[in-house]
């Protein structure tokens, strides 16, 4: 059984630092492409930032610069260091795996983490 636990979350002022933690068990293949995923209170859930096997990585532009994604493709785990946070950056973060084997790909999902920034 696939599991995702994250860790990190928490309350900040403006202008702080947090990290999450993401890591999956269940999974034995490896190659698979993990992110972060944000769901603010009345809005879509959205994408903050993924890595792929190849370490290649994609940020939402609300993040660049101020987030950085890392992971470990053996572990299947995956971080998110979030810096100069702003009120707006306040929601519920979702760790996401993508399985690409066996195909066909699934995905899997945290239960997220509260990060609230607040002065």
């Known amino acids: 059984q696939v599991q995702l636990v994250e860790s990190g979350g928490g309350s900040v002022q403006p202008g702080g630092s947090l990290r999450l933690s993401c890591a999956a068990s269940?999974?034995?293949?490896?190659?698979?492409?993990m992110g972060w995923y944000r769901q603010a209170p009345g809005k879509q859930r959205e994408l903050v930032a993924d890595i792929t096997t190849g370490s290649r990585t994609n940020y939402a532009d609300s993040v660049k610069g101020r987030f950085t994604i890392s992971g470990d493709n053996a572990k299947n785990t995956v971080y998110l260091q979030m810096n100069s946070l702003k009120p707006e950056d306040t929601a519920v973060y979702y760790c996401?795996?993508?399985?690409?084997?066996?195909?066909?790909?699934?995905?899997?999902w945290g239960q997220g983490t509260q990060v609230t920034v607040s002065s």
């Open positions: 996401k795996i993508v399985v690409f084997t066996p195909w066909p790909p699934r995905d899997y």
């Open positions: 269940g999974i034995i293949s490896r190659g698979n492409t």
